[in-house]
T-cell receptor, first 114, second 111 residues
Framework: GAVVSQHPSWVICKSGTSVKIECRSL??????MFWYRQFPKQSLMLMAT?????????EQGVEKDKFLINHASLTLSTLTVTSAHPEDSSFYIC??????????FGQGTRLTVV | RKEVEQDPGPFNVPEGATVAFNCTYS??????FFWYRQDCRKEPKLLMS???SGNEDGRFTAQLNRASQYISLLIRDSKLSDSATYLC????????????FGTGTLLAVQP
């Protein structure tokens, strides 16, 4: 089946620094990818929809200047958490579709801001 | 009110038990429905799609009631390996067809 690879799987960074997370579709082209965030004991919350070659669409309450999304090619989307703070510590997951029905998820990135 | 609601559990059941999970969604325009499974600290993985006619995959049976906006998942003969969080997911369709997740139901199957 289709594979989505996410990197890094975990990262610890200092408060105020920026962190970039990559999401790649390995064997299919994805014009649309999705970025989710999951806090402990909570469900996945959609942050934004990443569109290849155009601006991302952000969900209500998500700061686009803080969570920069770039989808420069059909196989790569990146999420950059800028000026990270401890409250940004979370599990970030990307997903992409190769068919209209099934979405595949990256392995997730556990971000800890200290 | 969340768009997709589930009982968070936990459901603690013995091996071999039958367990049922329920899910309700508020957007009547929702088009597609799924159950995903998420193990601790892992990404969600598709368990099965849900169709109006109901569908079965081995020990798992999913049902959809569009009139009541209600989705269910039945697991028969529970195995220890079924222990996970089960996520009810709906999509609205359209160009992006984004997934909306429920809060998830935690299942713990006991030996």
């Amino acid at each position: 089946g289709a594979v989505v690879s996410q990197h890094p799987s975990w990262v610890i960074c200092k408060s105020g620094t920026s962190v970039k997370i990559e999401c790649r579709s390995l064997d299919f082209q994805a014009t649309t990818m999705f970025w989710y965030r999951q806090f402990p004991k909570q469900s996945l919350m959609l942050m934004a929809t990443s569109n290849e070659g155009s601006k991302a669409t952000y969900e209500q309450g998500v700061e686009k200047d803080k969570f920069l999304i770039n989808h420069a090619s059909l196989t790569l989307s990146t999420l950059t958490v800028t000026s990270a703070h401890p409250e940004d510590s979370s599990f970030y997951i990307c997903s992409a579709r190769d068919t209209p029905r099934e979405a595949f998820f990256g392995q997730g990135t556990r971000l800890t801001v200290v | 009110r969340k768009e997709v609601e589930q009982d968070p559990g936990p459901f603690n059941v013995p091996e071999g038990a039958t367990v049922a999970f329920n899910c309700t969604y508020s957007n009547s325009a929702s088009q597609s429905f799924f159950w995903y499974r998420q193990d601790c600290r892992k990404e969600p993985k598709l368990l099965m799609s849900v169709y109006s006619s109901g569908n079965e995959d081995g020990r798992f049976t999913a049902q959809l009631n569009r009139a009541s906006q209600y989705i269910s998942l039945l697991i028969r003969d529970s195995k220890l390996s079924d222990s996970a969080t089960y996520l009810c997911v709906v999509t609205h369709g359209g160009a992006t067809n984004k997934l909306i997740f429920g809060t998830g139901t935690l299942l713990a199957v006991q030996p």
